[in-house]
């Protein structure tokens, strides 16, 4: 089963509090996650908190199409919470 992000929310700068479909929930975060091209503009906490759910995958995503495996950040929310 793919976990399916249902809501997220910017809480401070590249941290997220998220819930998945199964009622896990948590905050994650990304700072340390922000290495490469694609994530270079969310290196900026004003683009960061452009993050929006995508209506189909059912992840994180922002406009330059950057986005993080759902698998990826459900483990990482587990990590933290259990």
């Known amino acids: 089963m793919i976990p399916k992000v249902t809501e997220a929310k910017v809480v401070d700068d590249f941290i997220l509090e998220v819930r998945f479909e199964d009622g896990v929930e948590g905050l994650i975060d990304l700072s340390g996650e922000l290495d490469g091209e694609v994530f270079a503009?969310?290196?900026d906490?004003?683009?960061?908190?452009?993050?929006?759910?995508?209506?189909?995958?059912?992840?994180?995503?922002?406009?330059?199409?950057?986005?993080?495996?759902?698998?990826?950040?459900y483990d990482k929310v587990r990590a933290v919470t259990t």
């Open 41 to 43: 503009p969310l290196k």
């Open 45 to 73: 906490p004003k683009y960061f908190r452009q993050v929006k759910i995508h209506p189909d995958f059912h992840t994180l995503v922002w406009p330059n199409e950057a986005d993080f495996a759902p698998e990826f950040l």
